[in-house]
């Protein structure tokens, strides 16, 4: 069976396609939005993306070898993520679907980056940290569905990283070198500041720390460097207490650490130390996959086909707040 997966969420426009037999990834090509200067303008990445639609798709059919009429089906993400992006990526999977003859199979963003990162590194059962620029949740598979454990009460790690670095100058770009820039500056701090550390029961704030930080930075008595390692070490730690926390009420043995702050070193070293100390196996899904992706989406659509799960073209909605635990997973 082969799917052609489109993911187009936020700032990237992916697509693959992908198989239910090794080499699962028959090809994965993207084109990423990057602003000239602020954050990711919906309605602007909706333009590059109709732009750079018809090449990425073009690309990703011939590095596969197979030709469109040949593939078993056409996933999509419909949700969560910017409701513009979205829009493009369901429209052309519409027009796929129906041209083609294809069933058509309605993908959630957040599942999707679970799948992918189970198929690449072969977890079964995992507590899962999904940390990005649009979602930060601590969830674990649970009477068929995934359940939310805890998650951030307001902005996200991702977004509250970009929106920081952003304010203290130094982005964009966000990433430079595989390296996110509040990473790069903390690399020359020393000292630790006194800064809000926010968790609630199994749920995390950053709005506070956020705010807290920027006043430092204003107020100009301590330097940038140590203001982003403080940043850095109350922001993670938080999202390394509640991942604690959600392990001994679930009993899991290993954790999955997902999305593209999981690109981070440092964030991996906090939760290897925490693996190390509670016996558990610590996977985490390499870069290239951890950022949104159309091999995630297509991978998905796989599982999804093959239990029943299509949808009419006409009824494939975006759905902009898609919460990961109203999908039901029929697979696990």
């Given at each position: 069976?082969?799917?052609?997966?489109?993911?187009?969420?936020?700032?990237?426009?992916?697509?693959?396609?992908?198989?239910?037999?090794?080499?699962?990834?028959?090809?994965?090509?993207?084109?990423?939005?990057?602003?000239?200067?602020?954050?990711?303008?919906?309605?602007?990445?909706?333009?590059?993306?109709?732009?750079?639609?018809?090449?990425?798709?073009?690309?990703?059919?011939?590095?596969?070898?197979?030709?469109?009429?040949?593939?078993?089906?056409?996933?999509?993400?419909?949700?969560?993520?910017?409701?513009?992006?979205?829009?493009?990526?369901?429209?052309?999977?519409?027009?796929?679907?129906?041209?083609?003859?294809?069933?058509?199979?309605?993908?959630?963003?957040?599942?999707?980056?679970?799948?992918?990162?189970?198929?690449?590194?072969?977890?079964?059962?995992?507590?899962?940290?999904?940390?990005?620029?649009?979602?930060?949740?601590?969830?674990?598979?649970?009477?068929?569905?995934?359940?939310?454990?805890?998650?951030?009460?307001?902005?996200?790690?991702?977004?509250?990283?970009?929106?920081?670095?952003?304010?203290?100058?130094?982005?964009?770009?966000?990433?430079?070198?595989?390296?996110?820039?509040?990473?790069?500056?903390?690399?020359?701090?020393?000292?630790?500041?006194?800064?809000?550390?926010?968790?609630?029961?199994?749920?995390?704030?950053?709005?506070?720390?956020?705010?807290?930080?920027?006043?430092?930075?204003?107020?100009?008595?301590?330097?940038?460097?140590?203001?982003?390692?403080?940043?850095?070490?109350?922001?993670?730690?938080?999202?390394?207490?509640?991942?604690?926390?959600?392990?001994?009420?679930?009993?899991?043995?290993?954790?999955?650490?997902?999305?593209?702050?999981?690109?981070?070193?440092?964030?991996?070293?906090?939760?290897?130390?925490?693996?190390?100390?509670?016996?558990?196996r610590l996977a985490v899904v390499p870069p290239k996959y951890s950022v949104d992706n159309g091999v995630m989406i297509a991978w998905t659509g796989i599982l999804m086909f093959k239990h029943g799960v299509t949808i009419?073209?006409?009824?494939?909605?975006?759905?902009?707040?898609?919460?990961?635990?109203?999908?039901?997973?029929?697979?696990?």
């Open positions: 069976m082969k799917v052609l997966g489109i993911e187009s969420t936020a700032h990237t426009f992916g697509v693959a396609v992908v198989q239910d037999q090794e080499p699962y990834i028959l090809s994965d090509e993207r084109a990423e939005y990057v602003p000239e200067k602020g954050g990711i303008h919906p309605r602007e990445a909706s333009l590059y993306f109709m732009k750079v639609a018809p090449k990425v798709i073009h690309k990703s059919l011939k590095a596969s070898g197979v030709n469109a009429s040949n593939v078993d089906g056409i996933a999509v993400a419909l949700g969560p993520g910017l409701g513009p992006c979205l829009r493009v990526g369901a429209t052309i999977a519409r027009a796929l679907a129906v041209y083609l003859g294809k069933p058509l199979i309605p993908v959630n963003h957040a599942v999707a980056h679970i799948e992918v990162g189970r198929l690449i590194t072969g977890v079964k059962d995992p507590l899962i940290i999904y940390l990005s620029g649009g979602n930060t949740m601590i969830a674990a598979y649970s009477g068929g569905r995934y359940r939310v454990l805890g998650e951030t009460l307001d902005i996200a790690l991702g977004n509250f990283m970009d929106v920081f670095v952003r304010e203290v100058g130094l982005a964009p770009p966000y990433v430079v070198g595989g390296v996110h820039q509040l990473d790069r500056c903390a690399e020359e701090g020393k000292v630790l500041l006194k800064l809000p550390y926010v968790v609630k029961g199994q749920d995390v704030s950053f709005s506070g720390l956020l705010t807290a930080s920027l006043r430092l930075y204003r107020q100009g008595r301590y330097s940038l460097e140590d203001i982003c390692y403080s940043v850095r070490e109350v922001a993670y730690s938080a999202v390394v207490e509640v991942a604690e926390r959600a392990l001994a009420h679930t009993g899991k043995t290993e954790m999955l650490l997902i999305g593209g702050v999981a690109a981070s070193k440092y964030l991996r070293e906090k939760f290897e130390a925490l693996s190390r100390q509670r016996g558990v009419k073209p006409e009824h494939a909605y975006v759905k902009q707040r898609w919460r990961l635990d109203q999908v039901d997973i029929p697979w696990l």
